[in-house]
């Protein structure tokens, strides 16, 4: 089993910054990727961005490109810097951990064995 334990929202105004972080515990020598998800209210669950441990390759909506940022750490913690925030990228946002080795798309919910609780992330106009 993996935990994933995300901290870091809150609410910011238009144009400001964020940074979210993601801990992963627990069996955790089999991470392959970690990627960063949202969900606005009445909405589905949306890809923002992600990162594959080998060669620390880089993924993104092209929504965000330009302004979020996914970075990690001793490939068990992964980072989401959002910058020049928008009141649409209001969301609850929620980080997932991808196991054993795929070359499927990271783009989508079902390559994610684990998902954290998610943490809320308000930005007003």
């Known amino acids: 089993q993996v935990q994933l334990v995300e901290s870091g929202g809150g609410l910011v105004q238009a144009g400001g910054s964020l940074r979210l972080s993601c801990a992963a515990s627990?069996?955790?020598?089999?991470?392959?990727?970690m990627g960063w998800f949202r969900q606005a209210p009445g909405k589905e669950r949306e890809f923002v961005a992600a990162?594959?441990?080998?060669?620390?390759?880089t993924y993104y909506a092209d929504s965000v490109k330009g302004r979020l940022t996914i970075s990690g750490d001793n490939a068990k913690t992964v980072y989401l810097q959002m910058n020049s925030l928008k009141p649409e990228d209001t969301a609850v946002y929620y980080c997932?951990?991808?196991?054993?080795?795929?070359?499927?798309?990271?783009?989508?919910?079902?390559?994610?064995?684990?998902w954290g609780q998610g943490t809320q992330v308000t930005v007003s106009s």
């Open positions: 997932s951990a991808a196991m054993g080795y795929f070359e499927g798309p990271l783009s989508r919910t079902q390559s994610y064995d684990y």
């Open positions: 627990g069996r955790t020598f089999r991470l392959y990727a």
């Open positions: 990162i594959r441990w080998s060669g620390d390759s």
